[in-house]
């Protein structure tokens, strides 16, 4: 590693990944407490996962799969407003069951359509539903969350093969979260997220990261691992770790398993190439879904790009299993984790703390961090 490259090798705070955690503490240390930050980054590129980019063909195509922004907290919408112009973000997606597409989430479209019936209002859809369930006396995984709130026909067709798809592992084997993360709704509200605040970059997310991170006193060092320069770079204030706990402290106590994808990206000659963002193929097919984010970028070309997601086991670690092994694994990497914080080292972020957090929680997690930095190191 040469070190040359480096301007400051004295920076306030070491930060390590220049994802929307790394991005969002450096902006905040820069502008309010004046810190210097140097920001490592492993990859060619800042932004993290939500890193997207123009194609040959001049379309804006999401590189590691699509990026739905949404807020829970205007709090937060209005933090992130300050680097970004926005365009709406109407996802819309549906499930590919039998030759026909069922909006998904769950609604009461999707059941009228599936089951061939046409239902007054809510309550005479949730009382044929309440026919179908199975009742259960503990929920003690996914499947018994879905077949106890939806039935066996619906678990079996848009659930079932599609969880065994995307994690390699039955949904008996997971913990119900995994499909409690998306809602079933009986009402015909057709988007694929129930917040109001539904937006997208309008010129994408690398160009948000990179204003967010034009300060001067942030210095961005790409291709180059913290491994790689731990022993040479001392913070004056602190660490800020973004990456995943067992490499971190070299899987003293055994590696988590992560879920990741490949992503095939095809470009077609035609406007539009399907009716809607993304497409799930729960039975059919061995990629998850089909992707075509010009429906949300609203990009005027004559072609489109769709990108195909092949879920795998070995890879980019994407998704957190959740599941008894990884839980007792990571309690564990937790409680070393506590202790480096009086070593003025921080673990923060969606790799970081093993959980599926999406971009708006996380840039909350992180803004949260920093107020602790400044009690601290005021
Ligand atoms: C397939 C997929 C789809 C998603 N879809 C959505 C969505 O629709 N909506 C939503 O809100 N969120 C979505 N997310 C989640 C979103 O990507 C994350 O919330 C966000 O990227 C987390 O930010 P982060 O900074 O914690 O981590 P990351 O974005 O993962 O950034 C961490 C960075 O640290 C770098 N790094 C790690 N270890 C080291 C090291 N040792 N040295 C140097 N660099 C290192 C990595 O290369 C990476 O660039 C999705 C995630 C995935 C994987």
Redesign the pocket.
């Known amino acids: 590693m040469k070190l040359k490259k480096i301007k400051n090798k004295n920076p306030d705070l070491l930060i390590?990944?220049?994802?929307?955690?790394?991005?969002?503490i450096a902006e905040r240390a820069a502008k309010i407490k004046k810190w210097s930050s140097l920001i490592?980054?492993?990859?060619n590129?800042?932004?993290?996962?939500?890193?997207d980019e123009i194609n040959k063909k001049g379309l804006r195509i999401?590189k590691?799969?699509?990026?739905?922004?949404?807020f829970k907290k205007k709090r937060i919408f209005n933090y992130v407003s300050k680097f970004t112009k926005w365009i709406k973000g109407n996802?819309i997606v549906k499930s590919y069951v039998k030759g026909q597409l069922y909006p998904i989430p769950i609604n009461l479209n999707t059941i009228e359509k599936f089951f061939n019936k046409k239902f007054q209002n809510k309550n005479q859809a949730r009382k044929f539903i309440e026919t179908l369930k199975i009742k259960k006396k503990k929920i003690k995984n996914s499947e018994d969350y879905i077949l106890s709130k939806l039935g066996k026909e619906i678990y079996e067709n848009f659930y079932k093969n599609y969880t065994i798809k995307q994690w390699g592992i039955h949904p008996r084997n997971l913990n119900k979260s995994v499909v409690g993360r998306l809602p079933i709704r009986f009402n015909r509200n057709p988007y694929y997220?129930n917040q109001k605040l539904k937006v997208m970059p309008k010129k994408g997310y690398t160009n948000l990261f990179k204003n967010m991170t034009k300060d001067k006193k942030i210095e961005i060092l790409l291709d180059?691992?913290?491994?790689?320069i731990k022993k040479n770079i001392k913070p004056n204030l602190a660490t800020i770790?973004?990456?995943?706990p067992d490499?971190?402290f070299n899987f003293k106590y055994g590696r988590l398993d992560w879920r990741s994808?490949d992503f095939k990206f095809k470009t077609y000659k035609k406007e539009k190439v399907q009716e809607c963002v993304q497409i799930n193929f729960p039975n059919e097919n061995k990629f998850t879904r089909k992707v075509e984010i010009k429906h949300v970028t609203k990009q005027k070309s004559k072609f489109s790009t769709i990108s195909y997601?092949f879920p795998k086991s070995k890879g980019?670690?994407?998704?957190p299993i959740n599941n008894k092994k990884n839980t007792n694994l990571f309690k564990k990497y937790k409680k070393l984790i506590g202790k480096l914080e009086k070593e003025n080292i921080y673990f923060?972020?969606?790799?970081?703390?093993y959980r599926?957090?999406?971009?708006?929680?996380?840039?909350e997690?992180?803004l949260n961090l920093f107020k602790r930095l400044k009690i601290k190191y005021g």
Request: net charge negative.
């Open positions: 390590v990944g220049a994802g929307p955690v790394g991005c969002v490592v980054e492993k990859r590129h800042i932004a993290g996962n939500c890193y999401h590691y799969g699509p990026h739905y922004m949404r996802y997220v180059t691992s913290y491994e790689k770790y973004t990456g995943p490499v971190f994808l997601e980019d670690p994407y998704y923060e972020g969606r790799l970081a703390s599926y957090l999406n971009m708006d929680e996380v840039i997690a992180a």
